[in-house]
């Protein structure tokens, strides 16, 4: 999620940046992109990379190993203030909704209330939890609609070791789905099927090109470039 100084487990990136990472993490994959802000305002990638784990790590330590292995490369050349990645998760390690806030409550109190709602939806306790929120509109006489994402917090931890581990800092985690959305709709390109090009040669605006409805979503997700759109929408999300 973005849009908070959140110390919950999913905070913020502090500034605006040049160039970011982003990454799409699987059962079996990671998907590595970088983007680089252009003269022109764009970001187009510069960096885009398509990992497999061996088919014999059938160990969850041997997985981590690879992929703290695999991290060290992208990364070997870049100064340590640039060795910083934001990660989307699939749909099984994040938890994801809209929370319908009265607009009463104080901020801390809307805290607590995400936290039991993120709880609620892993089946947890609420300290097992690390999640983010931000609120959509401002509050009315009807409340206002609020975005969270949550996912473990053991598993949190673990994926912030691994990126320790491997060189890199990991500030922002967000759902796969509202990275590929942030994509799909700043891709530049025909408003039809602006995806179709290989995603090397994508180039993003840095504000929408396209509505939420301009998309046709089930196609889209069940296309072979869905993963390629997150890993570039978590890139794409430290430069706007």
Not at 57 to 80: I, K, N, S, Y
Not at 83 to 97: N, Q, Y
């Amino acid at each position: 999620m973005q849009g908070s100084q959140s110390r919950r487990g999913f905070p913020v990136w502090r500034r605006p940046r040049a160039s970011a990472w982003g990454a799409m993490l699987d059962q079996q994959d990671i998907l590595l992109a970088a983007l680089s802000l252009q003269q022109t305002g764009c970001a187009r990638v510069v960096v885009f990379e398509h990992l497999r784990a061996p088919d014999g790590l059938v160990h969850p330590a041997e997985r981590d190993q690879w992929l703290v292995q695999t991290l060290r490369g992208p990364g070997a050349h870049l100064p340590t203030r640039l060795r910083t990645m934001a990660l989307a998760l699939s749909e099984d390690r994040c938890r994801h909704g809209v929370y319908a806030w009265d607009g009463l409550s104080d901020p801390r109190g809307l805290e607590m209330e995400i936290q039991l709602e993120a709880a609620a939806a892993w089946g947890v306790e609420p300290q097992a939890v690390g999640f983010d929120f931000c609120v959509l509109q401002a509050p009315s006489a009807a409340g206002a609609p609020v975005r969270w994402a949550a996912c473990l917090r053991e598993h949190l931890l673990q994926w912030r070791q691994h990126a320790r581990q491997a060189g890199w800092q990991l500030p922002v985690v967000e759902p796969e789905r509202q990275a590929a959305e942030r994509a799909a709709l700043c891709l530049r390109g025909d408003a039809q099927q602006p995806w179709a090009e290989a995603p090397q040669d994508w180039q993003f605006s840095l504000k929408p090109e396209r509505g939420l409805p301009d998309v046709d979503w089930p196609q889209l997700q069940a296309g072979p470039l869905w993963r390629s759109l997150v890993a570039c929408g978590a890139a794409l999300g430290a430069l706007q």
